[in-house]
C-alpha cells in the first residue's frame, strides 16, 4: 500500500513454530505476535479494508526451507570448510 504522504507499507502475515505474527509498515518494522490464526486472519482482512492489497492468494502455503550442510559428511578439512562458510 502506498500512504498519503507517499511511502510503501507492506505488511506480512506468517506462522512459525512459537506463534502468529504480522510485521511489517513503512520505515520502522513493527512485529505484533498474536495469540491464534483466528486472530491473525482477523487482523489480515482488517489491512485489507485499509487498503493493502493481498500478493498471490491469502490461503496459499508458503514454507522457506534450509538445508544445513552436515560438516562430518564433508571430504574438505575443517580449515578449508571454515573458509568456504565465511565465503557464503
Known amino acids: 500500500m ?4 507517499g511511502h510503501t ?8 513454530c512459537d506463534g502468529w505474527y504480522a510485521f511489517g509498515g513503512c520505515h520502522r518494522a513493527l512485529v505484533k505476535k498474536l495469540d491464534s490464526c483466528k486472530e491473525l486472519r482477523s487482523l489480515y482482512k482488517s489491512y485489507l479494508g485499509y487498503g493493502y492489497k493481498p500478493v498471490g492468494k491469502p490461503d496459499e502455503a508458503f514454507t522457506r526451507t534450509m538445508i544445513v550442510a552436515d560438516p562430518w559428511d564433508s ?4 580449515d578449508m570448510q571454515q573458509e568456504l562458510a565465511a565465503l557464503a
Open 2 to 5: 502506498v500512504t498519503k504522504k
Open 9 to 16: 507499507s507492506t505488511w506480512h502475515f506468517v506462522q512459525t
Open 75 to 78: 571430504q574438505l578439512p575443517l
